[in-house]
């Protein structure tokens, strides 16, 4: 049962361009987390995703950053228009979404993202 | 909102010394998580609790719901545990609430 797979695991791009990160998460797990970690920061929630919906996008920046789960495929974290204050690594983690595991969160090995 | 704090943020010990680090949070919680982070490298799940005491080879996690407190222990410390170990919240909502970390402590066992 392969784990968390995040590509690509790291992201150059320059400022102004957008940048796609994706999350497969693990088998049967329909719930996706997305996490932020700044440079020399803690780690931030983002965005909590199933299948088809957007729970709850309380942690996303309001402009640029958009998140999905289709029914089919990877959940994608999409940055439009990247600056340089984006650059960080970005985690997604995975959770079965079913008591009694259901807050069991497997998280992924990070996209490091570096805006130039 | 949870704020979570954590001690020490960094810890220098000798192999084989009996590690503590400490977890304080200020809301009720669903379930608290321990992980693990080396320098560059992917996040670990260590332990996640929501009452009581687990143990995983050298590692016990504890948590004492009405304190608001964990403590994550290493026995027999090694070089290999080096690394950064955090402390996340799951708020009341369980699955539908995403973690709340603390900031980390950055543990280093010399040989």
């Known amino acids: 049962n392969a784990g968390v797979m995040q590509n690509p695991r790291h992201l150059v791009r320059r400022r102004g361009q957008e940048a796609r990160l994706r999350c497969s998460p693990m088998?049967?797990?329909?719930?996706v987390y997305w996490y932020r970690q700044l440079p020399e920061e803690g780690l931030k929630f983002m965005v909590y995703l199933q299948k088809e919906n957007i729970i709850d996008e309380s942690g996303m920046p309001k402009e640029r950053f958009s998140a999905e789960f289709p029914k089919e495929g990877p959940s994608i974290l999409r940055i439009q228009q990247v600056v340089r204050g984006d650059s960080a690594a970005y985690f997604c983690a995975s959770s079965p979404g079913l008591p009694p595991m259901s807050y069991e969160q497997y998280f992924g090995p990070g996209t490091r993202l570096t805006v130039t | 909102k949870n704020e979570v704090e954590q001690s020490p943020q960094n810890l220098t010990a000798q192999e084989g010394e009996f590690i503590t680090i400490n977890c304080s949070y200020s809301v009720g919680i669903s379930a608290l998580h321990w992980l693990q982070q080396h320098p560059g490298g992917g996040i670990v799940s260590l332990f996640m609790?929501?009452?009581g005491k687990k143990k995983h080879g050298r590692l016990i996690a504890t948590i004492n719901i009405q304190e608001k407190h964990s403590s994550l222990h290493i026995t027999a410390s090694h070089p290999r545990d080096s690394a950064v170990y955090i402390c996340?919240?799951?708020?009341?909502?369980?699955?539908?609430?995403?973690?709340?970390f603390g900031k980390g402590t950055h543990l280093i066992i010399q040989p």
């Open positions: 996340a919240v799951q708020g009341a909502k369980g699955g539908a609430d995403g973690l709340t």
């Open positions: 088998k049967g797990h329909s719930h």
């Open positions: 609790l929501s009452s």
